[in-house]
Nanobody, 123 residues
Framework: QVQLVESGGGLVQAGGSLRLSCVAS???????MGWFRQAPGKEREFVAA????????YYADSVKGRFTISRDNAKNTVYLRMNSLKPEDTAVYSC?????????????????WGQGTQVTVSS
C-alpha cells in the first residue's frame, strides 16, 4: 500500500505563491495522481490531476490559470505550484493516487491519500 506525504503548506498573503510536494513510498509512474482540498465545513473538492506520464493535466475551474500540477516519476513526487493565491484557496490540501493508466477527476476513484498540508491565505 503506497504512502503519500505532503509538504509545503503554510501561511501566505493574498497574491502570494506556494509549492506543495507529495512524495510517494512506491513507484507511481503508472498511476494518475491528483490534488484535492477541503475547507472547514465543506466537502473535499478536486483541484488538479495529472496523467501517469505527465502529458495530460486537468484543473478545477476555480484554479485554472493559477495552479500548475507536475510530476517527477524518477523521484516518485507530485507537485502543485499555486500562484495568485486567494483567501478562498484556504484549505487542507491532500494528494492522492488514482487509477492505473486511466485519468479521472472523481474523488471516489482515488484509493490512497496523504494526511494533507494546511494552506492559509490571508487577505
Amino acid at each position: 500500500q503506497v504512502q503519500l506525504v505532503e509538504s509545503g503548506g503554510g501561511l501566505v498573503q493574498a497574491g502570494g505563491s506556494l509549492r506543495l510536494s507529495c512524495v510517494a513510498s512506491e513507484r507511481i509512474s503508472s498511476y494518475t495522481m491528483g490534488w484535492f482540498r477541503q475547507a472547514p465545513g465543506k466537502e473535499r473538492e478536486f483541484v488538479a490531476a495529472i496523467s501517469w506520464g505527465g502529458s495530460s493535466t486537468y484543473y478545477a475551474d476555480s484554479v485554472k490559470g493559477r495552479f500548475t500540477i507536475s510530476r517527477d516519476n524518477a523521484k516518485n513526487t507530485v507537485y502543485l505550484r499555486m500562484n495568485s493565491l486567494k483567501p478562498e484557496d484556504t484549505a487542507v490540501y491532500s494528494c492522492a493516487e488514482g487509477p492505473r493508466l486511466r485519468v479521472t477527476t472523481e474523488v471516489d476513484e482515488y484509493d490512497y491519500w496523504g494526511q494533507g498540508t494546511q494552506v492559509t491565505v490571508s487577505s
